[in-house]
């Protein structure tokens, strides 16, 4: 992508359905065991990112999309009692959204239940088990703040 201030990661067809996303609307980055066509309804969209680690999405899609403040905006599945698992997925995620809010933990009948309702699906080339998360837009402004002696030409 050619756009000033885009991460590379970050796909023609994800920027039109993050700016598609309104407030409240949700999006699952899974990782590359998700059964994304297998588990959602023909209506939602899946976008591939493969080679891409969910890290490096979440701190391209960062700058792009404010997390929603009403609630716990951002979901990831709870590791299977007696599976191994990479403790430092939520650490690493947490980083890269430049996020320190509360992280909700479901259980994976109840993460696939939520991804059905998902605006849209991103399947990854993340490796690490457990590590897919769903991520809740929030209102935003279209507009940086201006400095006190900036005028406004719109």
């Known amino acids: 992508m050619t756009l000033k201030g885009i991460s590379p990661v970050i796909s023609p067809d994800l920027l039109k ?7 409240g609307d949700e999006i699952v980055l899974g990782d590359a065991h998700f059964p994304a066509h297998s588990l959602c309804p023909p209506h939602v969209p899946i976008l591939r990112a493969d080679g891409i680690t969910i890290s490096r999405l979440l701190a391209g899609i960062t700058p792009l999309l404010d997390l929603d ?13 007696n599976d191994s698992y990479d403790a430092s997925v939520e ?43 769903i991520l809740k837009k929030g209102a935003s402004s279209p507009y940086p703040k201006r400095k006190s002696n900036q005028t406004s030409h719109l």
């Not at 359905?17 to 407030?23: R, S, V």
């Not at 690493?92 to 996020?99: A, G, Q």
């Not at 849209?120 to 690490?128: L, P």
């Open 17 to 23: 359905i993050l700016a598609q996303m309104g407030e």
């Open 69 to 81: 403040n009403s609630g716990v905006p951002v979901v990831m599945m709870e590791p299977a009692k």
């Open 91 to 133: 650490d690493d995620f947490r980083f890269s959204l430049k996020y320190d809010g509360e992280v909700a933990k479901t259980d994976r009948a109840a993460f696939f239940g939520r991804a059905k309702k998902a605006y849209a699906i991103v399947v990854t080339g993340e490796n690490r088990k457990y590590s897919s998360v």
